[in-house]
Structures are given as structure tokens and as C-alpha cells.
């Protein structure tokens, strides 16, 4: 079951989760995050950069054109987890986010290695 009602999806800066974005509606801009599973950059592809990333809800692709991988270089490349701002395009079953803005949120992993601070003082 979707967290969000079909009218109230979440928009900037909220990230959608992957589980929620078929009720994005078709051309509006939304803000996925995620790890990086794949990278891939086909030589057909005349510089189209494709990512796929994952939440805990399931997993959602980018298309990066040349001039936006220009701009995040740094973060399309060495990224382990993504923020992505951009459109949602549809054709089918098929969905895709067209990447505007890219930002590299690795940092937000270190977060995941440091005790609970909420749960400290229950420990002996």
C-alpha cells in the first residue's frame, strides 16, 4: 500500500519513494534519492548516462543527459548514494526521472554506522 494518497504525492525537498512514484504525474519534476546500483554508459548511447537507484522501496531509473553529467560530473561518477531533482517521464510501462540537478548525499551513510543516540542510555 502507497504511504501517500494519489493527491498529496510529496514534492521538493522531499524525496518519493520508489513505491510511490506511479502517482507522479507524467512530466511533473520530483526529487528521487537512492543507492547507485548501476551505472552505465553505452557507446550507442552519444553520451546518455543511465542510473539506477534503490530505496528501501524498490528501485527507480535516471536519465543523465551530457550537459547535466558536465555540471555532477563529480557526484554521477563517484557517488554511492544520489539526490535527484528532475521530470518524470512516462511512455507505457516504462518510467524514467530526466536528471536536472544531482547531488552526491554518500555522507548520509556514515550516518547509518553511528549508534542510536535515542538508545545510548538503555544500554548498560
Known sequence: MPRYPLTD????PAAVPNDCLHMVPSGARCVVAG????RQRPGTAKGVIFITLEDETGVCNVIVWRKIYEKFRRAVIAGRMLRVTGQMQREGEVSHIISEHIEDISYMLDDLLQPDIARAGDQP
Request: proline fraction near 25%; aromatic fraction near 12%; hydrophobic fraction near 60%.
Open 35 to 38: 543507492l547507485v546500483l548501476v
Open 9 to 12: 504525492w510529496p514534492r521538493p
